[in-house]
């Protein structure tokens, strides 16, 4: 088992590129790019594509809500004891559309972390305006190995 100091550095040493191998397949198909790695901060950048949207012609609701849900627990995977934390409510406000193509950066930050229980929030912003896509609030249960 690794320690937060050692994920937080093999985090680091990721930055510009896409996720490592061994964090989430699904993360992977939304195809982060690190962005920024702090203790108590993350940010992922992603590029929205064809496939992600809804009839309408914008970035499906559910895709959004993932980019959050992903980018909080990539978060959490670094942050403090290194047990998996599992999501256990997540809520996002839809502030504006985005369409296939768009540049995104979310923004995830941990508020709170305890023994049983953490709380992060994030925001999506479009890359080219700065408008803010989505901002949402997550919070996981630690989930210790025994």
């Known amino acids: 088992m690794h320690t937060a100091e050692e994920l937080l550095a093999y985090f680091r040493s990721h930055i510009g590129k896409t996720y490592p191998d061994g964090i989430s397949s699904y993360g992977k198909w939304l195809n982060p790019i690190i962005r920024q790695v702090e203790p108590n901060e993350l940010h992922l950048g992603f590029t929205t594509r064809h496939e992600q949207a809804n009839p309408a012609g914008n970035v499906h609701g559910g895709v959004i809500s993932s980019i959050i849900d992903e980018t909080i627990g990539a978060l959490m995977y670094y942050t403090g004891e290194p047990h998996f ?61 025994k």
Do not use: Y
């Open 85 to 145: 934390k599992s999501t256990i409510n997540l809520h996002v406000d839809f502030l504006n559309s985005c369409r296939p193509g768009d540049a995104l950066i979310c923004r995830a930050r941990l508020i709170k972390s305890g023994k049983t229980l953490c709380h992060a929030t994030a925001d999506i912003i479009r890359e080219d305006d700065g408008k803010i896509i989505a901002s949402g609030s997550s919070t996981l249960i630690v989930m210790i190995k």
